[in-house]
């Protein structure tokens, strides 16, 4: 019979051990994803550059991204206009899944320009 009261107290003490040791955590939460950065950058001639930029990782389905879209005429003439129109598309391999910007532009010269895009 003595041992009895060994092993309650045992057990006891393993269960608040326990306790302390894991009762305090927060729960679990998966790692956050470390970002990536994602730049393309395009010369159109001397005087038009295009660049796209972003993060290239952790996006979730359902979710929103936010990229750039930078239409630069710094090296061209302030009396020259850059005209044109840009589409942005989410792709897969099997092609387009949906298009997520169209828009048209008209940029004087001498300009950088920026557009937030979210996906």
């Known amino acids: 019979m003595k041992r009895k009261p060994v092993i309650g107290m045992t057990v006891t003490a393993i269960i608040v051990v ?3 040791a894991f009762g305090g955590r927060e ?4 790692p956050a994803t470390p970002p990536s950065p994602l730049t393309g950058v395009w010369g159109l ?3 038009h550059v295009v660049t796209f930029s972003g993060d290239s990782t952790g996006h979730i389905a359902g979710g929103e991204s936010e990229f750039t ?4 005429t710094r090296a061209a003439d302030v009396d020259e206009r850059w005209q044109g129109e840009y ?8 092609g387009v899944v949906k298009r997520i910007e169209h828009q048209h532009f008209d940029i004087p010269g001498g300009v950088k320009t920026h557009a937030s895009i979210t996906v």
């Open 18 to 20: 326990l306790a302390v």
């Open 45 to 47: 001639g001397e005087k």
């Open 27 to 30: 729960p679990t939460t998966p």
């Open 87 to 94: 589409c942005v598309l989410l792709l897969d391999e099997d």
């Open 69 to 72: 879209l930078e239409l630069d």
